[in-house]
């Protein structure tokens, strides 16, 4: 009913801001029918007007076997899927063409990976190794990342576990960075470096950078706080003024959340050190409110820590400025970390 036009558009938005989806009043259609008898009549109606107005419609969801039914008969040129909501309904389950039936749907095979968006930078996380590498190299993706840290000879090696969580044994064959960067330069690739140390560990790094000589925009650098400290970002900033310069947030959560004014002063002081961008892991409470937040204070964000495909597409719609994954997809024929 069109009384019911404010509140449907405003409960659709309600459930729209979590995929930063928003509705406006001309794609909404009200039925102009009275009684619910006239129900699978008037979602058929809806259908004709959205043609009417130049919308292609691809794909229908309703609960009501009778619903699609007089939908069906309305779409000759079968251009429809129509998806059966398994759940309650009141109407006799009639065999349908076109009709998938079910409680779950997974959209991550409507989507391919050339069908992301542009505007998001995508990050190839987990190259620990010399195939991760390859795997890396051997994808679309420009950026790979990769955990820096000094072996017990004060090597520069890529490693994603610690020393303490696993130990390290003479046999070890590591991936030492002074290869990847060198192998990332001769590529045309772009390097995430995650610095897991300060002090000694980024004058090694920027040594072997000077020598081989990666310029700022193939450069991003990633640290905490607590590990960098603010004269090792200033540091990092004076030195590589068109890198990216990053730090993750997560342990702020609560104050973004609870005190936001208290909680972007202490960011913009960041900021203020040379951080360009703040990292939160998807798996943090009310990350799409974080990452709301952020966005509103003029910050970039990045997205980490996501667990699957379906996350994956999940987030890239939110379009963060960049989103680092393992691209373990096999769906998409990647099988990275």
């Known amino acids: 009913m069109e009384s019911f036009r404010d509140v449907t ?25 009275i009684g619910m008898q006239h129900v699978p009549l008037a979602k058929a109606d809806g259908l004709r007007h959205f043609r009417e107005n130049g919308y292609r419609v691809f794909a229908v969801v309703d609960n009501e076997p009778e619903n699609i039914e007089s939908m069906v008969e309305s779409d000759p040129e079968g251009e429809i899927l129509f ?8 109407s006799k389950r009639s065999k349908t063409p076109r009709t998938v039936r079910g409680r779950f749907y997974d959209i991550t095979n409507l989507v391919s990976e ?22 890396f190299l051997a994808s679309g993706v420009r950026w790979g990342e990769v955990h820096v840290r000094r072996d017990p000879l004060h090597r520069l090696v890529v490693r994603r576990l610690t020393f303490e969580d ?53 450069l991003w650098f990633n640290g905490g706080v607590e590990v960098l400290g603010m004269k090792g970002i200033q540091s990092l900033r004076e030195r590589h003024p068109g890198a990216v310069i990053q730090c993750p947030v ?10 936001t004014e208290k909680a972007r002063e202490i960011l913009e002081e960041f900021a203020g050190w040379g951080v360009n961008r703040f990292s939160v892991s998807w798996k943090s ?15 970039d964000v990045n997205i980490y820590d996501v667990p699957s495909l379906e996350a994956f597409l999940q987030a890239a719609l939110l379009l963060p400025r960049s989103l680092t994954s393992d691209f373990n997809f096999p769906k998409w024929s990647r099988f990275g970390g």
């Open 9 to 33: 558009l405003n409960s659709l938005n309600i459930l729209g801001a979590e995929y930063r989806v928003r509705f406006s009043s001309e794609l909404l259609f009200m039925c102009q029918r």
């Open 83 to 90: 998806l059966h909501a398994d759940t309650i309904f009141e």
């Open 114 to 135: 050339e069908g992301l968006p542009q505007r998001v930078e995508f990050v190839w996380h987990g190259i620990g190794s010399r195939a991760d590498m390859r795997k």
């Open 166 to 218: 696993a130990p390290w044994m003479k046999s070890e064959s590591h991936l030492l960075l002074e290869d990847c960067l060198r192998e990332v330069h001769r590529q045309d690739r772009a390097l995430k470096l995650d610095l897991k140390e300060g002090g000694e560990l980024v004058d090694q790094v920027e040594t072997l950078l000077s020598q081989i000589g990666l310029t700022d925009n193939r």
């Open 250 to 259: 997560d342990c702020l959560s609560p104050l973004i959340h609870c005190m």
């Open 285 to 299: 409470q009310d990350v799409r409110r974080t990452i709301e937040l952020l966005e509103s204070w003029g910050f």
